[in-house]
């Protein structure tokens, strides 16, 4: 039980971490936490409450959003964890860099985000597993791996 657990913890934080590509040694640094920590816990390490509320907070994320679903009662949250972890990191950017960004959704990438939400459709109806394996694809096609 606590082997699944531990696995579950360390596969959703390198999930966040990734998500924002961010580096083991980037996190270790962020949540005053050595590089080597990180990596054993992604890998299903246990570890202390205060060591994952400090990556969580490094990450822009709760303790909520690591923990396998259904572990502990909905509270009704607002938003789901990609949602909280874009928030801060748009929290942490100047008001010129969001102005961009803004700039960017409202004119020249908005009909490319139009034309591709056939695809998120259909990559979002791909069970987990499967969404993995072509995510795995794409970072190594993107990252010459």
């Given amino acids: ?36 920590t990180i990596s054993k816990i992604e890998n299903g390490s246990s570890t202390s409450i205060e060591v ?13 959003d690591i923990l396998p679903a259904g572990s502990l009662p909905d509270l009704h949250r607002v938003d789901s964890g990609n949602k909280k972890q874009l928030l801060g990191v748009l929290d942490e950017l100047t008001d010129a860099e969001i ?9 020249n990438i908005l009909p490319a985000l139009k034309n591709i939400s056939p695809l ?6 791909l069970d987990e597993d499967t969404r993995n394996i072509l995510g795995n694809l794409l970072y190594s096609i993107t990252n010459n791996r």
């Fill in 1 to 36: 039980m606590m082997e699944h657990l531990n696995s579950v913890i360390g596969a959703n934080i390198k999930k966040f971490r990734k998500a924002i590509n961010m580096s083991t040694t980037t996190l270790g640094e962020l949540s005053n936490t050595s590089q080597g």
């Fill in 52 to 64: 994952l509320l400090s990556i969580c907070k490094a990450l822009k994320i709760t303790l909520y």
């Fill in 99 to 107: 102005r961009a960004v803004q700039a960017l959704l409202t004119t």
């Fill in 120 to 125: 998120v459709t259909a990559l979002d109806a």
